[in-house]
């Protein structure tokens, strides 16, 4: 049945994004196609997309990230610090970015280590975690955003290449770096045998703790790329910012072919879930739709892929 969604996912996705292309044509043809609504569109989606990478690939081992939103601002945060505090400077970049990484790294070690070591639930684990990281960035901050920074970290998001967006560049390398990772690495192997029987992989002789380990990892270091462009878009952190996104994450993950339960699903079905909510949110707010309209709707879209989904199983049939 995971096999049978994972080669059909695409398929309802490319459908639904020609329904979508061409219904938001016929209402609004030359704002849709402008090239202003395209670059919204490419500017808004890298730091979502990202983080639902985040959260997709402890999805596809079984588990789950609640702190991708908390790990996110505690690494702007601390980047933040290091880059008001330093002239600008080659050598100010590179510790700005280091510190990022530093933080990203504690933490998701700390939540592999609560989940592969110490044998607590993720969803557990990382609510715990989401939640100490939250009071922290709160408790150092005083509730305040860090802002003004130097212009190098705001050069990113106003910076383009061939028309598009920079951070849309680097949200596509980083995509496929991990499709790479996924695909073509022992690691990506590991990960969808952990997803599909974590208990069966440990008898094989597979080290299921080191692996979900650096799954947590790499979940928390996008997080930080995340991060840092979150902070370029806005010129400031803060320790509540783009809390809406944890939620969003988890509906483009599933909506991409991601099954809750592990052991299957693809960046490519991903990127093509992250394009659909994109494309029908600034639609929406084209036509002056309620925001929470469209929530209402991307939920509409999570509930008719569930049952697809369950249309598949072959004790549906």
Not at 94 to 119: D, F
Not at 174 to 203: D, K, M, P, Q, T
Not at 222 to 233: D, E, G, I, N, P
Not at 238 to 261: C, F, H, Q, R
């Amino acid at each position: 049945m995971k096999q049978e969604w994972r080669g059909r996912v695409e398929f309802y996705l490319l459908g639904l994004l020609m329904l979508t292309v061409v219904g938001f044509s016929l209402l609004m043809p030359g704002v849709f196609w402008s090239a202003n609504n395209f670059q919204s569109i490419a500017s808004q989606m890298p730091t979502l997309g990202l983080l639902a990478l985040a959260m997709a690939i402890t999805m596809l081992c079984g588990g789950i990230n609640l702190s991708i939103i908390a790990t996110a601002n505690s690494c702007s945060l601390v980047m933040a610090w290091v880059a008001v505090q330093l002239a600008p400077s080659l050598s100010a970049v590179a510790l700005t970015l280091l510190a990022g990484v530093l933080t990203a790294l504690v933490i998701g070690a700390a939540n592999g280590l609560l989940i592969a070591g110490l044998r607590v639930s993720p969803i557990l684990a990382t609510l715990g975690m989401m939640t100490l990281l939250k009071g922290a960035n709160i408790l150092l901050t005083g509730g305040s955003a860090i802002a003004n920074y130097p212009d190098w970290v705001l050069w990113l998001n106003r910076a383009q290449w061939f028309g598009v967006p920079l951070p849309m560049w680097l949200f596509c390398a980083v995509a496929a770096l991990l499709w790479l990772v996924l695909e073509r690495s022992r690691l990506g192997r590991f990960i969808y045998l952990i997803g599909a029987n974590e208990r069966a992989c440990h008898y094989a002789g597979i080290n299921t703790r080191r692996a979900l380990l650096m799954v947590y990892v790499l979940s928390a270091l996008l997080c930080c790329v995340a991060a840092f462009l979150m902070m370029s878009k806005l010129n400031s952190a803060k320790a509540t910012y783009g809390e809406s996104y944890l939620l969003v994450s988890i509906l483009a993950a599933v909506l991409g072919g991601v099954n809750p339960d592990g052991g299957a699903g693809r960046v490519v079905g991903m990127i093509l879930a992250l394009v659909l909510l994109q494309l029908i949110e600034s639609g929406f707010n084209i036509l002056g739709v309620s925001p929470y309209l469209t929530m209402a709707l991307w939920g509409a879209l999570l509930l008719a892929f569930i049952w697809l989904k369950g249309r598949g199983d072959p004790q549906h049939a």
